[in-house]
């Protein structure tokens, strides 16, 4: 079966450095593809970086999906037959912020997603996507899209999963959070066994270059459809860009031995009844 | 605020040696309890041993949870002031066999849960459950229940999660899967995330005992609400019993931050579409 060449970009953005973000960017994508990557994955908001002041400084970073930063990922891509993914600060047609990533091919701009589930200050800044996970045939396979603490809700995986993505792409930017030593970084646990529990590849990349105070867990990784690693995770603070060789063909098979299919196994008229009542109520901040 | 030591045994069941594997699960709880433990999980499947050779041979081992096992547990929990979660062979009041868990406290039994999700040759053998997992306020706090490959589906966790368990006790009996060297048990990584997206503790308490040729990972944890662990994994082939110390209302509290909450942050009404869908068809076998 094809194999393919998927690769994370571990680069550095700087806040408000928009000209010179584009630059890094397209650096890292003729970078990937002289090594032969396919497929390149890049961090979440690349032309903007991701600390924003405030809104409005937000606003004056943003751009269209037909500005100069996709435009210019769309060259790239066409030039070196490329799929591209990666994360910006959109400002969309309706002058609605958006915390987005699109996939991108030979034969140009394929999706448009929007970060339905906001992390902390984002919420201040972007307005949430309401749409699912984009899931698009390319002539290297079936990709989905989604970003950073999307992959936090097993739901959203799920969607994807089912959906037929055999590659998940996710741009990210993961802060830093403390963990006890020796144990990988709780996102890079979570990546693992949401493609083990879904058959699917999963191709995580992060961000590095301290911003602001905010520093980056840089764990980029790519794992196979039994979770474990085939590149990375990456190491904290370094640009770097991991390619893995994927057979995506494999992701289509979701059986795990003669009787057992992680799909077919689910119970999901025991589920419904559960989960799909309203929302939660947040609980009280801790106190402790 | 209170903590709780929560233990698991992971001890080495014999297959059809029904007495023996009675004094081998009391033995392991005796000593959990010397141990200072307050919660005791035992494994899947204790009174029986798990690589039956046909459905008459399961129906030979099986008995009710009135029976001299479940008699045993509740003894020793009125005894030592325990809560116990282990699993049994259960021959249920229908005469159907069920791969099934029970949760005792020293007022007796709360709750009994028959597996819904079955694993590989399960099936030939058990009725899946159709019953939601127990979720049961004790004395040491609210508990859930589960069984092995119950937890590889995280919509399943979720419903226990969003139940409000503070720690979800789940006997597995994990056979032992190829992984790359230095890796974790795939079926460990899944429990560290389980936990942390749920912002649960949870207790997994695994086997060990080669049987008829299937041999166990062995790997039994304790995990924070942020999925890291607290005792374990266990080395695989030991007998043992792992305590862990655990603050149980932390898993009441579901925020990450001043903004972010594992449960207010989930978006239902975008799941609920995809998510309630029939049954999922079975993918081919593997051909590879």
Redesign the interface.
């Known amino acids: ?1 094809n194999e393919v060449a998927v690769a994370c970009c571990q680069f550095a953005p700087v806040i408000g450095a928009v000209e010179g973000n584009r630059k890094r960017a397209e650096t890292a994508i003729e970078e990937a593809a002289r090594e032969g990557a396919q497929i390149v994955v890049l961090p979440e908001l690349c032309n903007s970086g991701y600390v924003f002041a405030d809104a409005e400084e937000a606003r004056r970073l943003g751009e269209p999906v037909d500005g100069p930063t996709v435009s210019g990922w769309m060259r790239l891509a066409r030039a070196h037959e490329l799929v591209v993914v990666g994360g910006i600060c959109e400002l969309d047609a309706d002058g609605v912020l958006r915390n987005s990533a699109v996939l991108i091919d030979a034969g140009g701009l394929q999706a448009v997603y929007r970060k ?2 906001l ?3 984002e ?1 201040v800044v972007f307005a ?1 996507g ?1 749409g ?1 996970p984009p899931v698009i045939d390319t002539a290297l396979g079936r990709l989905g899209v989604m970003i950073c ?1 999307d992959l ?8 994807a999963g ?2 037929g993505a055999e590659l998940l792409c996710a741009p990210c930017n993961w802060p830093a959070l403390r ?2 030593a020796g ?1 990988r970084p ?1 996102e890079v ?2 990546v ?3 493609a ?2 879904n058959r699917m590849f999963i191709a995580a990349c992060d961000r590095v270059g301290p911003e602001r105070g905010v520093d980056w867990t840089g764990a980029s990784l790519i794992v196979d459809c ?4 085939l590149a990375g995770p990456a190491q904290s603070g370094e640009s770097v860009t991991l390619i893995a060789s994927c057979r995506l063909a ?1 992701a ?4 795990l ?32």
Chains 1, 2 share one sequence.
């Not at 039994?226 to 690693?229: A, K, L, M, V």
């Not at 289509?252 to 059986?255: A, H, I, V």
């Open positions: 079966m339905a589930h992390w902390d200050r919420g949430a309401r699912v603490y936090e809700f097993p739901e959203w995986v799920r969607v089912l959906a963990r006890p144990e709780g646990t979570r693992q066994a949401a083990a529990t039994d979770g474990f690693p494999d289509r098979d979701k059986s031995n003669e009787r057992n299919d992680v799909f077919a196994d689910r119970r999901p008229e025991l589920y419904e009844r559960v989960l799909s009542r309203a929302r939660t109520p947040r609980t009280s901040p801790p106190s402790h």
